[in-house]
């Protein structure tokens, strides 16, 4: 199976910026839709940014305009670019897979925004 591996995350002061990536361990071409989403204290999971297979992307309305979800599809990896941090994007944050019909998650990714 797939084995996703993010990287990326750190203390970050606000109107900063951090990338994100997301490595698989296999292809993930085939994959229907893959994302990131984010689990910030005390909360549920929420999604951050998908793309389907038809190549669109969705973001999440908190985040439109400052986060770019890519992929590299020769090196198996996702990436997440977040621009103008603000303190309420403090949260880890999860890459996600759908293939095959399976969930895949990584370990996810910390990220601290404060002063």
């Known amino acids: 199976q797939v084995q996703l591996v993010e990287s990326g995350g750190d203390l970050v002061q606000p109107g900063g910026s951090l990338r994100l990536s997301c490595a698989a361990s296999?292809?993930?071409?085939?994959?229907?839709?893959m994302g990131w989403f984010r689990e910030a204290p005390g909360k549920q999971r929420d999604v951050v940014a998908t793309?389907?297979?038809?190549?669109?992307?969705r973001y999440a309305d908190s985040v439109k305009g400052r986060f770019t979800i890519s992929r590299d599809n020769a090196e198996n990896t996702v990436y997440l670019q977040m621009n103008n941090l603000k303190s309420e994007d403090t949260a880890v944050y999860y890459c996600w897979v759908y293939m095959y019909g399976t969930n895949l998650w990584g370990q996810g990714t910390r990220v601290t925004v404060s002063s």
């Open positions: 793309f389907s297979r038809g190549g669109t992307t």
């Open positions: 296999g292809s993930i071409s085939s994959a229907n839709n």
